[in-house]
């Protein structure tokens, strides 16, 4: 067997069954999105066996999209799981014969709860298709299978009408992406959309910071003590007015200077760069790294330019940003 070819020819099959799918899409399928975009409820998205498998990932997709959705098993449903459903719902069934017990079983009980069923089947003249308010006619599909049985464009097919489904919900919602941030608030963009620099940064008595008429001794001690490699220098009102870091104690050093005849005006850097406090973290991040000389701090102020923190570039990417 040359393995290569056969797994073209699965994949061939495969882009055959959508390319063919193309050709169905119909007014049944604008019902359909009418029908979800109006439901005042949830979706619910039911299938057994390879098609609850496709059921699980379109309700998935639906619900971090913006169209609140869930899978529900037609068999757990006949045991307690219906109690879910109301007629303000929108259900949608998958199944490629339209024949499944399990399914069928169940169709009964949701017309008596009066909720529309969209269903998703290559057999218009089955069960499933005579119960449903509106059917989604995928036509008779090869499956990649040998001996077409085993589900497997019938799956592809269900799963893309579903990310057809979500995708054009999303246009028509006018979903933003910081909504989608919103629902994957653990995912890098997620991260990069909510977290804030007051989220990420040293503050209260973590915060490394020192007045201007301190000595050099305790403006040491503060950097070593807080771990942040840099100390902000405030004024009497708390305001930021220079940064001393790690580097502008080792050049002081390198120039063979006592660095305890200084004062930490002679040293600071008395334009430093800031943030503030209300930007998101990500903007620290890229301000951070793309100067034509990195840094990996900043000061982090308020509105009324007090310093309320500092960021380092070590949390932000600890954190996945």
């Known amino acids: 067997m040359n393995i290569q070819a056969e797994i073209k020819k699965v994949i061939d099959i495969e882009i055959n069954a959508l390319s063919d799918i193309k050709k169905e899409v119909s007014r049944e399928f604008e019902k359909a999105i009418n029908a979800i975009l109006n439901c005042r409820g949830k979706v619910i998205i039911t299938g057994i066996g390879k098609s609850g498998i496709a059921a699980k990932k379109i309700a998935s997709t ?3 999209t913006g169209t609140p959705a869930i899978f529900m098993h037609p068999s757990e449903a006949m045991h307690g799981d219906l109690g879910i459903v109301n007629s303000s719902d929108v259900v949608i069934a998958i199944g490629k014969s339209g024949e499944s017990s399990e399914l069928n079983t169940l169709l009964p009980f949701l017309k008596k709860i009066k909720v529309k069923i969209i ?3 290559s057999n218009k003249n089955s069960p499933l298709a005579r119960t449903s308010d509106i059917v989604i006619n995928i036509g008779d599909i090869k499956e990649a299978c040998p001996f077409n049985l085993a589900p497997t464009s019938s799956v592809t097919v269900s799963i893309v ?3 057809a489904f979500a995708v054009v919900l999303m246009k028509l919602r006018n979903f933003k992406v910081e909504e989608f941030a919103f629902f994957h608030p653990g995912g890098r963009l997620g991260k990069r959309l909510n977290l804030l620099v007051s989220d990420i940064m040293l ?6 910071v020192v007045n201007e008429y301190d000595n050099i001794h305790k403006m040491l001690m503060v950097i070593t003590e807080k771990k942040a490699g840099a100390v902000s220098v405030i004024d009497k009102k708390s305001r930021l007015i220079g ?3 790690d580097y502008d104690i080792r050049r002081i050093l390198e120039k063979g200077k006592d660095i305890f005849k200084l004062k930490i005006n002679d040293i ?6 800031f943030i503030y406090e209300n930007e998101k ?7 951070m790294e793309k100067r034509e000389k990195p840094i990996t701090i900043l000061p982090v102020i308020n509105k009324k330019k007090i310093v309320v923190g500092m960021v380092r570039m070590h949390d932000l990417i600890s954190i996945g940003l």
């Open 243 to 245: 940064l001393v870091t």
């Open 203 to 208: 503050c209260g008595m973590e915060n490394p």
């Open 119 to 121: 269903s998703i089947t």
């Open 62 to 64: 639906m619900a971090s």
């Open 268 to 273: 600071m850097n008395k334009k430093p760069i």
């Open 161 to 163: 009408i579903g990310d």
């Open 281 to 287: 973290a990500f903007t620290a991040l890229e301000m």
